[in-house]
């Protein structure tokens, strides 16, 4: 008991932000728009960027201090004996008796002007907004995550729903084909194939459901959501609106001034450069205006007041040519992240050019994969057909049957390949949040 009641204070004193919080489920179905929002505010990398902004900021409130007054005060009891020879004085001679000395002093300062203050804070405001910037960056890559991790659950989903339509089929041929083995118009291996196919596709059907689950799994800890979730998918692969540039060099100038990544790389530049300027400026001279208020004696009840007020001006003029060195470092560093933003400008244009490629590309597949299924589909008829007629084998409604399920396959993996450009391409022209 003892041990509590010591712990009470401190568990009283533990800050809110220490307690782990877990996400909610979000009610209903969710939507492809729902698991991006999700992502981008209930992502783990989302928010450690939060956080290292609100790190930034503090930085700021830092650097704004050294322009902002300082007080400080102090109080001391001084029990002290005094050599009086050393201060020179005629007839003084000696130690004197130990004795007391009671003092209170009250100290302030304010820095009038210094540019190499003012810059610093200037670029830690650069470095804070480039911190915003990353964490906005971080989200759209969260919600982008989260997005592709919803439409491999879709097409895990639509895979389930192919191996059942499949199973149908392969369980009708099955019925078929021991109908027509029994009325003696079929020989016995037909049936035996029916029953080889109709297990084969047992077994993918097993293996889908097993994926779309593992898919869920995945998508629940892209939403940082707790692992025993229950979520109902709103949407289908089916065509989605585009509100893009299509085109890649409009696309490539589009991202250029909508990626955040972009931003935040230009605005740690204005930092650098603004870091150069800093110590360029500890060059000039400093003005600040200081004083102190004491009040001391022998005993508590005669103690005297007495002030000092100074204005002070500091003119650098020599400190080893460290300043000379540091303009040098901090030139360095800005030719290095002038370099890293040109790079980066390069990457996010080529990001963007391959990103609507993409896009056409998949939208093309879609087509092709939606005409082959229609020609499978075809195929399977006919060939039930001609096996209901007895003139042709069980072999010929299998191989059909095989290009309906690899057709269906190419059209969901067609589909899929679509939503992931879709995405991409919303993520790589910085503007995932307008998807929808």
Known sequence: MHRWL???????????????????????PLTLLDAITLGRSQGVNAAIAR????????????????????????????????????????????????????????RASQTIFDASVIARLRAARDTAVAAGLDARAAGELAGATAGLA?????????????????????????????????????????ATRSEVSFAAVRTQLEVARNGADRARLDLIRALDLPSGSRLELADSLGPAALDLPLDPDSAAGFAREHRAELAAERARTRAARRSLGAVRAEYLPSLGVGGTYQ??????????????????????????????NRVKEQT?????????????????????????????????????????????????????????????????????????????DALIQARVNFGTARVGAYRALGVIDQLH
């Open 51 to 106: 956080l290292n902004l609100r790190t930034a900021e503090a930085r700021v409130g830092q650097r704004r201090a050294d322009l902002l007054p300082t007080i400080s005060g102090n109080a001391a009891i001084i029990h002290q004996t005094v050599n009086l020879e050393e201060f020179g004085i005629p007839n003084a001679a000696g130690v004197t008796d130990p004795f007391d000395v009671y003092r209170l002093q009250l």
């Open 332 to 408: 360095q560093r800005l030719d290095i992240q002038e370099i890293r933003e040109r790079d980066l400008v390069n990457q996010i244009e080529t990001e963007a050019r391959q990103s609507v490629l993409d896009l056409a590309s998949a939208q093309q597949q879609v087509a092709i994969a939606g005409d082959r299924l229609s020609l499978a589909e075809q195929e399977l008829a006919q060939a039930l057909e001609r096996f209901q007629a007895g003139v042709a084998g069980s072999v010929e409604t299998t191989n059909a049957q095989g290009s309906v399920i690899a057709a269906r």
């Open 150 to 190: 919803y439409l491999r659950a879709l097409s895990a989903q639509a895979t389930v729903r192919a191996r059942e339509a499949d199973s149908t089929i392969a369980s009708q041929l099955l019925d078929q084909a021991r109908q027509l083995v029994a009325a003696g118009v079929s020989p016995a291996i037909d």
């Open 295 to 324: 009040q001391s004696g022998r005993e508590t009840g005669t103690l005297a007041g007495s002030y000092s007020v100074q204005l002070q001006l500091t003119v650098p003029i020599l400190d080893g040519f460290r300043r000379q």
């Open 6 to 28: 010591l712990a009470l204070p401190l568990l009283a004193a533990a800050p809110a932000g220490a307690t782990v919080q877990q996400s909610a489920v979000p009610p209903g």
